[in-house]
């Protein structure tokens, strides 16, 4: 009785004192960084602090003065590049790995714990690394090249404007194909295993099985990684900052929008308007892709099932 | 009830616990003066210091290429040191912007430095730092290399064609660049630039009625471009530390480097390796060869400090003979402080201060004012060099590029 008495009387909207927590940490770390960035895109911010009230002038010097919106146009075309070499690399090797690890019987923890330990090393490490293994004349990716008679393959491999793009871009690949892998890998695990039960009674082969029901239900996971990717690839810096430095060399062929915003912002001690505008235009552009491909994603899932 | 209270008791405490020490005030824990810098090897000179005066500093430093943006963001958020180690341009813009306080009332001591060091400290008749060391840029290079092919030290860029010529031509690699690490590219541009460009069209430059995209500017920038051959074979693939490297195993007979560099070459170097160095050959020989000399450090005081003693008997210490033999001893770097070390048994400090006395009478490149905008001159420099090597521009390109680069903010050329 007394029990019930208690119950009645909570009020239907104290789980919004729940939320509470939550909303002043969203607030306080995600929101309001971001309203304080397109505020000090509007003024001529300098070291300390707001400086004039200039409107939309930072933007106008971005998008349509010489010399920076040509730098910007640049760091773009090679943001939607890194992020579709990335995205269509690292979803094919994820699957092929997870599908490869979810048919091995023994070992698989293993080849986990070797595919992720790349994920676990930090950028700078893996920068400097691949930075030495990179070297033209001493670097041992050259010289394994040089001694297996492959020769003609050997490259300038950061310090060609053509690839070197595709380098970094191959590096960041190795360092978190492992955290890809497994996420697929619980996809996969996830499709119930009556699906090919009845497809090997009615004698499908191992390869029509994954194509006809491994990857079809693979999809919304998949639209999760080409989110993820999609993310990383717009706010990628650190890498490209390890291996080829805040200009992006050579000649601005790695050059991307976070790389852009960082020497902008820092570097010229007097950018952080400018600096706070890149930011805002990264938000703007990641932010409302992000959101439709979300929505995909859970049209996606819900017409599956 | 009693352990489910005990858990809330618990996580209550750690909670109020990290609360009170993020807030308890960093002088409880630490010195009273902090002080920043972008080289660790200035670690060894503030230790000796330390050793001198009765408070001292609390010394850190940070990656030469993430200085920048520690800097500009610890005094945005009110956080910046008590005393920071700037580039000559970040201490004027810094003083600008009223991050560092004047020093010309607080230090009468200043009055002992030459105009020319002060004034890459100075804005607006106030100075913001005390002005601590020189760096030059020249040409290190292999004495013994150069002995084994009969070489000496050219003065002439013919001279210096032939030189590089030679030893390519016995199997040696000439120059030793990295392409990767673009700054160490803009070094070659200061080196030649200081002794090729005429003093005049740099002052004519800089006011306003010269431009990058006259002819001795871009003329300057093919013969940088045509010393490609004579560097080594993918060299847009090394780093700074790859071209070290090379040097110092005897691979490479020269070195296109700053006066930063000497204390590494000489301390890693093999013990049978001489270090000789030049300045940028000349166009024609009655010219004079300049050095590219610029003021490699400075010290500012936080404006919220002017009135910390500690801060100011450390920054009184600095303009002193005793501060600038004890960083003579610690790092041999050319000191600001004029007619105080005369040591003749180093024959490269005596070079060194030579350099200084015969040095470009103004910056254009790197350290230059046109460092203070964006885009600013290294960047663009840096990157365009790449682009130069790699055959994505030419020098009239480039030289265009710069322009309007450096128009799009610098006053004159508005």
């Known amino acids: 009785m007394g029990r019930r008495k208690y119950l009645a009387k909570t009020s239907p909207y104290s789980y919004l004192l729940f939320l509470l927590p939550g909303l002043i940490l969203y607030l306080t770390f995600f929101l309001f960084p971001i309203l304080q960035g397109v505020k000090y895109s509007l003024y001529d911010t300098g070291i300390m602090g707001l400086g004039d009230f200039v409107g939309l002038e930072n933007y106008k010097r971005i998008l349509f003065m010489p010399p920076l919106n040509k730098t910007f146009y640049n760091a773009l075309q090679n943001n939607v590049v890194f992020f579709i070499y990335n995205t269509v690399v690292k979803i094919f090797g994820a699957t092929l790995f997870a599908v490869m690890l979810n048919s091995l019987r023994r070992g698989s923890q293993f080849y986990k714990t070797f595919f992720f330990i790349p994920v676990t090393l930090s950028t700078v490490v893996v920068g400097y690394l691949w930075g030495l293994l990179l070297n033209p004349s001493w670097g041992p990716i050259n010289q394994v090249l040089r001694v297996l008679g492959l020769s003609v393959l050997e490259q300038n491999w950061l310090g060609d404007p053509s690839i070197a793009l595709y380098t970094v871009a191959s590096v960041g690949i190795w360092k978190s194909l492992g955290f890809f892998m497994l996420i697929v890998l619980s996809g996969i695990i996830s499709i119930p295993e009556d699906y090919y039960e009845a497809a090997r009674i009615d004698g499908a082969s191992a390869f029509r099985m994954h194509w006809s029901i491994t990857l079809p239900l693979l999809k919304p996971t998949m639209l999760v990684l080409v989110i993820l990717n999609f993310v990383g690839s717009f706010e990628s810096f650190d890498l490209i900052y390890a291996l080829t430095g805040p200009e992006g060399g050579p000649y601005y062929s790695t050059d991307v929008l976070g790389a852009f915003f960082y020497r902008t912002a820092f570097s010229s001690l007097g950018g952080f308007g400018l600096g706070a505008t890149i930011a805002t235009l990264i938000f703007l552009i990641v932010f409302p892709i992000s959101g439709l491909l979300n929505v995909c994603r859970r049209k996606l899932q819900e017409s599956i099932g | ?181 673009g700054w160490t590219l803009g070094l070659i541009l200061a080196v030649l630039g200081a002794s090729q460009l005429e003093e005049e069209w740099i002052v004519d430059l800089l006011a306003g009625e010269a431009k990058f995209t006259d002819q001795p500017f871009v003329d300057l920038l093919a013969r940088v471009r045509d010393l490609q051959a004579y560097f080594q074979d993918g060299f847009m693939g090394y780093g700074y530390g790859d071209m070290g490297q090379m040097f110092l195993r005897q691979e490479a007979a020269m070195r296109i480097d700053g006066s930063f560099a000497l204390p590494g070459i000489l301390g890693n170097k093999p013990a049978d390796m001489e270090v000789g160095m030049f300045l940028g050959p000349v166009l024609d020989e009655q010219q004079d060869r300049k050095a590219y000399l610029f003021l490699d450090g400075g010290l500012g005081l936080s404006a919220a400090e002017q009135n910390n003693q500690s801060a100011l008997e450390v920054l009184r210490y600095a303009t002193t003979a005793f501060f600038t033999k004890t960083w003579y001893d610690k790092l041999i770097e050319i000191p600001a402080l004029p007619g105080v070390i005369e040591d003749k048994s180093n024959p490269l400090f005596t070079e060194l201060l030579y350099y200084a006395d015969n040095s470009v009478g103004n910056l254009f490149a790197v350290r230059s004012v046109f460092e203070r905008g964006t885009p600013s001159i290294s960047t663009l420099v840096n990157a365009g060099l790449q682009g130069l090597f790699t055959g994505d521009l030419t020098p009239e390109e480039l030289a265009e590029e710069i322009q309007i680069g450096i128009s799009s903010w610098y006053p004159a050329f508005k």
């Not at chain 2, 960093?26 to 503030?46: F, N, P, Q, T, Y």
């Not at chain 2, 020319?116 to 005390?130: D, E, K, T």
């Open chain 2, 1 to 181: 009830m009693k352990r489910r209270f005990g858990v809330v008791g618990v996580f209550a405490f750690v909670f109020v616990s990290l609360i009170v020490v993020g807030l308890l005030p960093s002088a409880v824990i630490a010195k009273d003066v902090e002080l920043w810098s972008w080289r660790e090897a200035h670690k060894d000179v503030w230790d000796e210091v330390n050793n001198q005066l009765d408070d001292g500093v609390d010394f850190s430093a940070y990656l030469n290429v993430d200085y920048d943006a520690v800097v500009i963001t610890s005094y945005q958020s009110g956080m910046g040191p008590t005393i920071l180690t700037g580039k000559g341009a970040q201490i004027i813009t810094l003083g600008e912007a009223g991050a560092l306080a004047p020093l010309e009332n607080l230090l009468p001591e200043l009055s002992e430095f030459p105009e020319a060091a002060l004034s890459q400290v100075s804005s607006g008749g106030h100075i913001y730092g005390v002005p601590i060391v020189y760096q030059t840029l020249q040409v290190f290079y292999n004495k013994g290399i150069f002995r084994k092919y009969g070489l000496s030290e050219p003065t002439t860029w013919e001279e210096f064609l032939e030189t590089a010529e030679i030893l390519k031509q016995n199997g040696v690699i000439p120059i030793t660049a990295s392409g990767r690490d």
